[in-house]
């Protein structure tokens, strides 16, 4: 975990939890442009391993912001018995669309393991409670695998590679960078799609006090998401090139992931989608303190509509309310 100080000390302060993830490259492009210092912010930047480790800390008030995918935040959501409160999590706006970045990892060296086949308990290695977790889920249903042959463990990801080195493990479900971590200490693998079954997406989340009372500092933190997202856009190469060098892998061995990575700030009918499908998932999985969630209580979109009017497609109550102040 490494924190970065952006920006001046005239600026509003902000704490900002990230993850050594690809799908977080506009908070890295953000932090190294200087992108947060430009929007009047500045900003303590942590990057953990996982958006579950930023969730949590986001609950626990050690930062006000976190990026995260969606499992963590609907476990977070399905565990409430008191939903509504100001220190819940709400999504200000997804920040990435992306298929066929999960992938499930086994050893190509060794007798082959055989995820179809008639062995049993099998050991996969993953972090529960986060996107890896829901992506294992898809891809046993759509390979017709039967779960009772698999024994799950829950791993941080940044372990994953020695328990297979090891042996300890006979398969993992893995993303980047900790696929090209792998390949860089020679480890020998083979990869298999975890996810094309579905859009994974990676959210900007804080809590409902901090966009209650701290409204123009929201607003900024969008406007720098987007001055990001663009700025990806512009120059893909150099910022591939900044995020390999912050997290130590070459910049080519992140090149093949790169083209199913779609980033844009918004908030559309496919995050609604993705979210309700995350959630009778989460039911199943890990029970519920309360009988319904709705969908759209877990999400605010007046701050982006009222700087992006265009960037918010799906309707929501909140919005027949006038402009923050």
Not at 2 to 30: K, M, N, Q
Not at 312 to 318: F, S
Request: hydrophobic share 45%; charged share 20%; aromatic share 6%.
């Amino acid at each position: 975990m490494i924190a970065a100080l952006c920006g001046g000390a005239s600026g509003e302060s902000i704490r900002i939890d990230g993850a050594d993830y690809l799908g977080d490259l506009p908070t890295v492009i953000a932090a190294g442009e200087g992108l947060f210092a430009r929007r009047g912010l500045d900003a303590e930047v942590r990057y953990n391993s996982s958006g579950k480790q930023s969730l949590a800390r986001l609950r626990a008030g050690e930062t006000d912001v976190a990026l995260c995918a969606l499992t963590p935040l609907v476990i977070d959501r399905l565990s409430d018995p008191t939903p509504g409160g100001a220190e819940d999590p709400v999504i200000l706006a997804n920040l990435l669309h992306s298929t066929h970045i999960n992938r499930v990892v086994v050893r190509s060296d060794l007798p082959a393991v055989d995820l179809a086949g008639t062995d049993n308990d099998l050991r996969v290695a993953l972090p529960k409670g986060t996107n890896a977790e829901f992506a294992w889920w898809v891809f046993t249903i759509f390979q017709g695998l039967d779960p009772s042959r698999f024994t799950v463990h829950d791993q941080p990801a940044h372990a994953i590679a020695g328990l297979l080195a090891s042996g300890e493990a006979d398969a993992a479900v893995v993303r980047e960078p900790w696929i090209a971590r792998m390949r860089q200490r020679r480890l020998p693998i083979e990869t298999v799609d975890a996810d094309g079954r579905y859009t994974a997406k990676w959210v900007l989340v804080t809590s409902g006090r901090v966009v209650a009372t701290r409204p123009r500092m929201v607003r900024s933190l969008l406007a720098v998401y987007r001055d990001a997202v663009e700025l990806i856009e512009r120059s893909p190469k150099p910022a591939l090139a900044r995020y390999a060098r912050r997290v130590g892998v070459d910049p080519q061995a992140q090149r093949p992931t790169w083209h199913v990575l779609d980033y844009d700030l918004g908030l559309d009918w496919s995050l609604i989608a993705t979210l309700q499908q995350q959630i009778d998932w989460a039911r199943e999985h890990y029970g519920a303190a309360v009988s319904e969630v709705a969908v759209l209580s877990m999400i605010d979109p007046v701050p982006l509509h009222d700087l992006y009017p265009w960037a918010v497609a799906i309707p929501h109550p909140r919005l027949t309310a006038g402009p923050a102040e």
